[in-house]
């Protein structure tokens, strides 16, 4: 029989005092507190050793521990290294360890934190289970807590991943509203005011998307109205050419527009894939003249 690792050692006297009776000199928030300790330990030593699913388990021991002995800012912290230990293989375990984490962080007033731990949710659901509507709802909720926090440039990216996951999900006009507010914060800086051509861009692509020529030509003057040079840019001459084509019905021209815009300015995935969409359009309402 192979002698025990020094974190299973740990864990098990972690157990031990967890679940012993309470003595006459010592509360039961006493012992709850030296389990916590126990139980860091062996995750850490878990850690160690490179037992990641072991690691996550010991931490979320020693947070429901911290939770018995009311100590929420420990708590939080237990959870959020379970979720750290969950994330080396483990998404779902570690989606609900950083979901007790917000709990505590959102009772104790901490929305910074929260959010920011609320867009990692987002992230693993995006990127390891590929699941685009609980992935666009927790951008959503972290956007929401970092607005009002004033980390505006940080909600913007939120709000932004979450229009772009609204278009992949062919919700076009809250995909729109979305790009929108993000550009209209963008433009109030000279910083961030850059980058509004391509907020725009994907907002008309959506409209685009949804066979909308008239509020396409609609929003185009709007956005000429809020900002002078957009007519000028390369971004609203796509558009303008793509559209042009659309109300033709001109597929050759479309394809022709699209190569010549990615011949100078590459398109990305999220891009090439609405076209795509926006391409069929004609084939399915071949032209409007």
Request: proline letters at 2%; glycine letters at 4%; one cysteine or more.
């Amino acid at each position: 029989m192979s002698p025990k690792s020094p974190a299973q050692t740990l864990l098990e006297k972690a157990d031990k005092k967890a679940n012993s009776s309470s003595g006459w000199f010592s509360s039961s928030s006493t012992k709850f507190e030296e389990a916590g300790d126990l139980y860091q330990q062996a995750a850490n030593s878990f850690k160690l050793e490179k037992l990641f699913r072991e690691a996550g388990d010991a931490f979320a021991k020693e947070a429901e521990c911290r939770e018995k002995c009311n100590e929420t800012n420990d708590a939080a912290n237990a959870w959020w290294n379970a979720a750290k230990a969950y994330k080396r293989g483990f998404p779902d375990l570690a989606i609900q360890a950083l979901s007790q984490t917000v709990v505590h962080l959102t009772q104790a007033g901490r929305f910074r934190q929260a959010a920011d731990r609320e867009k990692e949710i987002a992230q693993i659901y995006l990127q390891e289970q590929h699941d685009l509507r609980r992935a666009c709802e927790s951008f959503e909720r972290a956007g929401d807590w970092y607005a009002q926090e004033d980390a505006t440039a940080t909600a913007n990216a939120c709000f932004k991943d979450a229009a772009d996951l609204h278009a992949e999900l062919e919700e076009y006009q809250i995909a729109v509203a979305r790009y929108d507010q993000v550009a209209s914060h963008s433009l109030g800086s000279a910083l961030t005011k850059y980058s509004v051509k391509d907020y725009w861009l994907k907002a008309l692509l959506c409209v685009l998307a949804s066979s909308d020529y008239v509020s396409a030509r609609r929003n185009l003057e709007r956005y000429r109205l809020l900002d002078t040079t957009f007519p000028s840019t390369r971004e609203a001459k796509f558009v303008t050419a793509l559209l042009e084509a659309l109300e033709q019905g001109d597929e050759e021209a479309f394809t022709s527009v699209v190569f010549e815009y990615d011949q100078v300015t590459k398109l990305d995935n999220w891009k090439t894939a609405i076209l795509v969409k926006i391409k069929r359009g004609i084939q399915q309402a071949p032209g409007l003249t």
